[in-house]
């Protein structure tokens, strides 16, 4: 049964090739506003292709933001980091599914931005862009995880009890000013060091979910022979 959603991804690797197609177009998340992005890039293939996805699939009763398409680009890019900094810890992502824009059944048309799913556990992941005041940066991330509070919570009490649902929420910044044409490297410098964090939450959880898949317990027990 196919679940409703822009994309899902059934394992890494699909979700990898998908984000080499955003790298192809020398993408980088900008500091200029969506609006003025969206002029920019709104021709692309890519661009129209997820645009015409979103509606045939008719994922909201609400129309399609074509800002919301640029912010597509930016978060599937910074979780392909996130994901690789997982292979990195050698964590197993072989078994790890993601669903991309997932509207929450019974949440009242919101939509989630993205959930990892690995065996008994779904992680409810969210991102939000941080671009304007300092002081700003508090209230946004409290409004992101207010929201995937919500989607974990609602979710919860739809599926068993059995599988365990948690959520976490991720502030990025820009890392480029197309103007200038510069790099941002103090904003680039934070973002790896969110990346690191994300990708820390995720291995806790996805460890904990696979310490009792029956072949890891099979091993641990597979050590006594040896002593």
């Known amino acids: ?3 409703k959603c822009l994309k899902d991804f059934k394992n890494i690797s699909d979700f990898l090739k998908f984000t080499e197609e955003i790298l192809d177009l020398q993408w980088k998340i900008e500091k200029q506003l969506l609006k003025q ?3 920019k890039y709104k021709k692309y293939e890519l661009f129209k292709k997820l645009q015409s996805e979103f509606i045939e699939k008719q994922l909201s009763i609400f129309d399609l933001k074509s800002e919301e398409v640029i912010t597509w680009f930016d978060t599937s890019l910074i ?23 997932y509207p929450v059944v019974f949440g009242n048309h919101m939509r989630s931005d993205f959930l990892l799913i690995v065996d ?3 992680i409810v992941l969210e991102f939000g862009m941080f671009n304007q005041a300092e002081r700003r940066s508090e209230e946004r991330y409290t409004k992101k995880l207010q929201e995937s509070i919500s989607y974990r919570q609602i979710i919860g009490n739809m599926v068993p009890k059995e599988v365990k649902v948690v959520n976490y929420v991720m502030i990025y910044k820009p890392e480029y000013d197309d103007i200038l044409k510069i790099n941002l490297t103090d904003k680039i410098k934070y ?31 597979a050590h006594y022979n040896n002593i």
């Open 1 to 3: 049964m196919n679940i």
């Open 37 to 39: 992005r969206v002029e």
């Open 79 to 101: 979780l392909r980091r996130i994901l690789l900094k997982l292979y990195e810890k050698a964590i197993d992502t072989n078994n790890i599914s993601i669903i991309m824009e």
């Open 120 to 122: 008994r556990l779904i």
């Open 191 to 221: 973002n790896k060091l969110e990346v690191e964090k994300t990708a820390s939450f995720l291995e806790f959880h996805i460890k904990q979910e696979l310490s009792y898949n029956a072949r890891y317990q099979l091993e641990k027990i």
